[in-house]
């Protein structure tokens, strides 16, 4: 088994890498620094989790001539914000992320929507009645923009984040760079079978995030499934002698997906890359696999008129109205 994907433009991507959305500044250095000692060599990141800065720092004191680790023995993504969708905003962005992250190029840079919200320097720009103000560039127009990021050497390679598979189709129809790399919600409960399909048959590598289900979550709903609990999880953790967290990181490596777990704890950081020393049996994959009942829990809600509802469904660019 390998601990890495190959992307469609030959290089490596290790199948586990150490997520940071929601990991607070004050922490985030650490976990970085415990990652790397603990055999990470792939750390995911995004302008708008407002940490890239300390990221930068843990990564200085870690990475380069006479540091434990060479720069290219890591593999650093990040992420371009709603609100950089103008073509003439991407490369200033991405030099924005580069200078936080006090890296010369970065691995995979991807978009981090497929729509846009209005240009400017508030990362979440706001009508008066709370509502966010969107913008309708049409992501194949950024896409020209972060080609132009690969051909200046500034990044390896490019791709997506939460796109659907209409939306991968559409880019593909006019790339002269190819995305390597489908970054989305994947976890038992959203097992992505047809889209995870889809990226293959096209050459994409999918990434997983919230491969947990995100139990750290803002907006948790009180009766939503507990995926940590599920029994059938529960009984190969037991088999194995491993973690039901450990079971659920290796059916998405097993299935060749990249996942990228989120910790600040030292233990668990260490506990979540414990996974290329055991192989799940066919059976055992399915059954996991099984489990799918299309549970999406990173969908960003507001509260309008006292309900819960999707804050950005009403977009042309919304993927989740898809199927997938």
């Known amino acids: 088994m390998n601990d890495f994907a190959v992307l469609n433009t030959g290089r490596k991507m290790p199948l586990l890498g150490l997520g940071t959305w929601k990991s607070e500044p004050g922490k985030v250095k650490q976990a970085v620094v415990w990652a790397l000692e603990a055999g990470y060599r792939h750390i995911d990141c ?4 407002g940490n890239e800065v300390e990221i930068g720092e843990a990564l200085q004191d870690t990475l380069g001539p006479g540091k434990a680790l060479r720069r290219e023995d890591v593999f650093i993504t990040s992420k371009l914000w709603n609100t950089r969708h103008h073509p003439e905003d991407v490369e200033p962005a991405l030099l924005k992320t580069l200078k936080d992250l006090k890296l010369e190029y970065l691995d995979l840079y991807l ?3 497929p729509y846009a919200f209005q240009r400017g320097d508030v990362p979440f720009p706001k009508k008066e009645d709370g509502t966010l103000l969107y913008d309708n560039i049409d992501y194949k127009l950024t896409w020209a923009a972060m080609e132009k990021l690969v051909e200046k050497g500034l990044v390896r390679s490019i791709g997506l984040s939460n796109f659907n598979s209409r939306q991968i189709d559409d880019i593909l129809s006019v790339a002269s760079i190819k995305p390597t790399v489908l970054q989305v919600e994947g976890h038992p409960y959203l097992a992505q079978v047809e889209l995870l399909a889809h990226c293959r048959d096209r ?4 990434t997983a995030y919230s491969p947990l289900g995100s139990p750290d979550r ?3 709903h009180p009766d939503e499934p507990v995926l940590l609990q599920e029994p059938v999880i529960a009984t190969l953790a037991e088999k194995y002698k491993k ?3 450990q079971i659920i990181l290796r059916w998405q490596t097993q299935r060749g997906v990249v996942t990228i777990p989120k910790s600040v704890t030292e233990s668990r950081i260490q506990e979540n890359i414990q996974v290329f020393d055991f192989t799940l049996e066919a059976e055992e994959m399915k059954s996991i696999t099984a489990l799918n009942k299309g549970w999406r829990y990173i969908v960003p ?5 006292g309900e819960r509802v999707p804050r950005d469904a009403g977009h042309p660019h919304y993927p989740f109205n898809d199927p997938y």
Not at 46 to 49: L, T
Not at 203 to 206: F, P, S
Not at 301 to 305: A, E, F, L, N, Y
């Open 46 to 49: 995004a302008a708008i989790y």
């Open 111 to 113: 978009i981090h929507w």
């Open 203 to 206: 050459g994409l590598v999918m």
């Open 218 to 220: 803002a907006w948790k």
């Open 243 to 245: 973690s039901p967290a």
């Open 301 to 305: 809600m507001i509260q309008v008129d």
